[in-house]
């Protein structure tokens, strides 16, 4: 019988040791890209935290958790999230996640926020119809040229991808998140605009990469313009050819 999985917060030096092997094997990204020690030390002191998925003393995931400020409110800013390899969509990702919500509602949060690659279907699906996210705006280059691209990419020779980010407003005690938590499905009703993404954006990187590369900016100027009219997007509709991000009117 499989061992469950555990969810509990990072702790130990061997632990966040292991939060950094893990980002090295999930990303791919150089040394200078990635969160050392130090720095999930640190954010504990200054009221954050990384909550780790274990299989007996086995990190296969965390979640990393930083206080940010809007104002005077105190919210969550969730930085990273990595799960291994042999453990993805087996919902590790999701009990973090809601670990996570829980966490940051008994210190009296009720917001959290990060971001996503707009071209990427399952990150999509994930934060909009698993996790119940709100999108509102859009980050043009967010880290930089070429910050954090599959290294299983690069032999696509696409120089120059920007890293175009979506942000997530996950507004924790919202009817719809509230319903989501408790596994209870909430309907969205008929969107006012749809935006179109690729199934696998990967497979276009490596088949086609100057398409690829048309196809993100084309997404960026969709979504630009869907919220400089007002729109924001609340679901994600999932198809072997055409998946589509539905956007609503807000309110």
């Known amino acids: 019988m499989a061992q469950p999985v555990e969810i509990r917060q990072v702790k130990t030096i061997e632990d966040y040791n292991a939060c950094v092997l893990l980002q090295r094997d999930v990303f791919g990204l150089p040394d200078l890209e990635i969160s050392p020690r130090r720095h999930l030390i640190v954010s504990e002191q200054a009221g ?40 993805q969509n087996k919902g590790v990702g999701a009990q973090l996640k809601w670990a996570q919500r829980a966490r940051a509602l008994s210190e009296g949060r009720d917001f ?57 407003s996950w507004e924790l005690n919202s009817s719809r ?17 749809v935006i179109e993404i690729s199934n696998d954006f990967g497979a276009l990187v490596k088949s086609d990469p100057a398409a690829a590369k048309a196809e993100a900016l084309r997404i960026r100027e969709e979504f630009l313009r869907a919220f400089a009219a007002g729109l924001v997007c609340r679901a994600f509709e999932r198809n072997e050819k055409r998946p589509k991000y539905l956007l609503y009117k807000e309110g």
């Not at 910050?147 to 120059?160: C, M, V």
């Not at 998140?177 to 605009?193: I, M, N, T």
């Open 177 to 193: 998140v509230r319903a989501l938590s408790e596994q209870r499905e909430v309907s969205v009703g008929k969107p006012d605009d």
């Open 48 to 87: 954050g935290w990384t909550l780790g998925a274990f299989v007996g003393d086995e990190l296969v995931g965390f979640v990393h958790h930083l206080a940010a400020m809007r104002g005077n409110e105190i919210f969550g800013y969730s930085h990273m999230m990595a799960v291994a390899a042999e453990y």
């Open 112 to 168: 959290i926020k990060w971001t996503f690659e707009p071209v990427k279907a399952r990150n999509a699906h994930f934060n909009l119809n698993r996790l119940g996210v709100v999108v509102r705006s859009y980050a043009v280059n967010f880290y930089g040229t070429d910050y954090g691209k599959d290294p299983a990419e690069h032999a696509g020779g696409l120089p120059g991808m920007d890293s175009d980010r979506l942000f997530a």
